[in-house]
Structures are given as C-alpha cells and as structure tokens.
C-alpha cells in the first residue's frame, strides 16, 4: 500500500464532510438530507452531477449552525435541508 495526503482538490466533498463532522453541529444532518435530495435529483436527470456538489456547498455555508439536543432537533434540520436543497434547484432551473 502507498498512502498519501488527501487530494481535496480532487474530492473537494470528502473535505466538506471532514469539516462538518469537526463542527459538532447540525451540519452533518444537513449534508446528508441534501445529497439524499440531490441523489434523487441526479438520478431522475433533473440536475446535472456537478450541481450536487454545488448544493451542498450552498447548504453547508449558508445554515445556522445549531447544536443538536435530541431527535426532534434531527427531524427539524433533515426536513429544513431537504426544503432549502429543493429550493435552491428550482432557483437554479429559473437561471
């Protein structure tokens, strides 16, 4: 086996997670309810794959950040995110 430093230029989504999961916040829940939404997105050739990477950029950078307390707050943010990654396709088919 030969390890190396992480390209993140290469896998610029592997170092958006890394970062989310240091945070200790709801970005995590974030990330995953919107590429769950841009999967689906993907998959029925509504968005192109590149787009998936770009909505979770946007969700990841324009959140409040909130600390977790219990599964409500999970069930809140996954429905907040699925909603706001919907929203920013449609604005982007609106371009």
Known sequence: ??????????????????TAARRR?????LLNACDEVAIDYFLRKKIRYFDMHKAM???????PSIR????????YWDN?????TKEYFNRLWAQ
């Open 25 to 29: 916040d709801n970005s995590l829940i």
């Open 57 to 63: 950029s946007f969700i990841v950078n324009k959140y």
């Open 80 to 84: 907040w995110a699925r909603e706001k």
């Open 68 to 75: 977790i307390k219990n599964i409500e707050d999970v069930i």
């Open 1 to 18: 086996y030969t390890f190396s430093p992480i390209d993140y230029q290469r896998y610029p989504l592997l170092k958006l997670i890394l």
